[in-house]
């Protein structure tokens, strides 16, 4: 392991120069990296995404260079070059370098990220929203959140996720933890409310924390499930951290209400000027009892929400993704373990931040002792949940698949507010599911004889 990690050190130094190299002069220094990393990548772990990099950088008109250009432009230089380390070299290159060799050695899935709460505590109460409920009696110790990350990093995982609750009611452990794991990416789902001037300064001095921001679309939009000023607070937050030249992205739950207006037009451009680089798409899931199944869309407005992420990826300089739309670029469900799981603030390991069920905890399991369980192999024998990626949820698309891995694994309901037994759960999600199957269905029919023929 030492010998690995020595040459592990080796490259990444050279990383590091050819990211100084590409500073100096990167419109005429991309091509030359990508070649120099084709050389490099014997195993061709990078392959397919060179390959899109490569045809970006040959229309420099196109939105995506747009959107490269304005990392440039837009993002304070020490502020970028530490986040495309630790994306680019540790978390993507060496870092799934490392996993690959982890998945094999020990046959179990070994997930790109993980996405964990450091408190349940939420200082706001969104509609449909299960953490509002669930106070701040729960928490992860720094020194837990430390101990998962060392894990982590020893599997090959540099990036790490943090929901909650909100998770910047423990802003200054956030920040503790960016300084010791310096050589990470964190990204954290956050209301933006608990974001000032202190917390933006502290982020350009550890340069490697970066909001990705709920907003449910405009303020009339955004208020109705997060509360009168939320949207008046999300836009001054914005505004700071565009003033400061530090990255951040959105974060957008889709629903019944709001769909119209987080799939426009409008709403993309208006996100851009304010200086978004990222958007994720989360479609509303019932989870807990007391959910708002009103809240779930319909298969038009999913439907919806496919055409216009891809239309818009063609024009407008942000990267986005659909967490269950764009199921077929990553063929199918990526939770499990097989490229992320979630911990929650009680240290529950589960498959997914949607999925509240578990066979582990993280007092009780190391990380690789959970990824070996029978919970998360059973996501390992059983995934893809659907041969039609556009159907890759074992909830949402499959229901009778997660009660079925439930069911085998003995694994139990870990809602922090009330026991949620799993097939009270699907019932919720069974009529959707059909509904959704043949809309799905149509779709992957007419996008992939096109592409056959």
Not at 146 to 175: A, N, W
Request: negative net charge; glycine residues 6%.
């Amino acid at each position: 392991m030492r010998n690995n990690h020595i040459t592990e050190e080796l490259e990444r130094h050279g990383f590091i120069r050819m990211i100084d190299y590409l500073d100096s002069d990167p419109d005429k220094n991309i091509p030359k990296i990508i070649k120099w990393i084709e050389k490099l990548d014997k195993e061709g772990v990078t392959s397919r995404q060179l390959k899109v990099v490569k045809d970006i950088i040959e229309d420099k008109e196109n939105n995506w260079y747009q959107l490269i250009k304005s990392l440039y432009t837009d993002i304070e230089d020490e502020v970028r070059k530490t986040l495309f380390i630790n994306f680019i070299v540790n978390a993507s290159i060496l870092g799934m370098k490392r996993q690959k060799k982890a998945r094999e050695k020990y046959q179990c899935n070994i997930p790109w990220a993980i996405l964990m709460d450091p408190t349940s505590a939420c200082n706001l109460h969104c509609t449909g929203c299960w953490a509002s409920d669930y106070g701040d009696k729960l928490s992860m110790s720094y020194e837990t959140l430390d101990g998962i990350i060392e894990q982590g990093k020893e599997l090959g995982i540099y990036m790490y996720l943090y929901s909650g609750g909100e998770p910047l009611v423990r802003k200054k452990d956030i920040i503790r933890l960016c300084e010791k794991h310096y050589d990470c990416v964190f990204l954290g789902f956050t209301n933006a409310t608990l974001i000032d001037e202190e917390f933006a300064e502290e982020m350009l001095r550890v340069k490697n924390f970066v909001p990705a921001i709920s907003v449910e679309g405009f303020e009339e939009e955004t208020d109705f499930r997060r509360g009168k000023g939320t949207y008046r607070s999300i836009v001054n937050a914005m505004e700071l951290l565009k003033d400061k030249k530090l990255p951040f992205g959105i974060s957008c739950c889709y629903t019944s209400k709001n769909t119209h207006v987080i799939g426009s037009e409008e709403y993309f451009d208006d996100v851009i000027q304010k200086g978004a680089k990222f958007a994720w798409f989360f479609t509303y899931m019932p989870v807990g009892v007391d959910a708002v199944p009103e809240l779930m869309v319909s298969p038009e407005q999913r439907a919806y929400m496919y055409r216009q992420i891809r239309k818009f990826r063609k024009t407008k300089p942000i990267f986005t993704l659909d967490f269950w739309n764009d199921g077929e670029y990553v063929q199918g469900c990526i939770a499990g373990g097989r490229r992320y799981l979630h911990i929650n603030a009680n240290g529950d390991i589960e498959p997914c931040a949607f999925i509240h069920y578990s066979d582990s905890n993280i007092y009780q399991y190391s990380l690789l002792e959970a990824f070996q369980r029978p919970l998360f192999m059973q996501y390992k024998k059983n995934q893809p949940f659907n041969q039609n990626h556009l159907r890759p949820c074992p909830l949402l698309d499959n229901p009778e698949r997660l009660a079925q891995m439930v069911d085998e694994s003995n694994a139990k309901s870990t809602d922090l507010k009330k026991l949620e037994e799993v097939h009270d759960l699907i019932q919720k999600c069974e009529e959707i599911a059909q509904r959704w199957a043949v809309t799905a269905d149509k779709i992957w029919e007419e996008t992939h004889n096109f592409i056959s023929g």
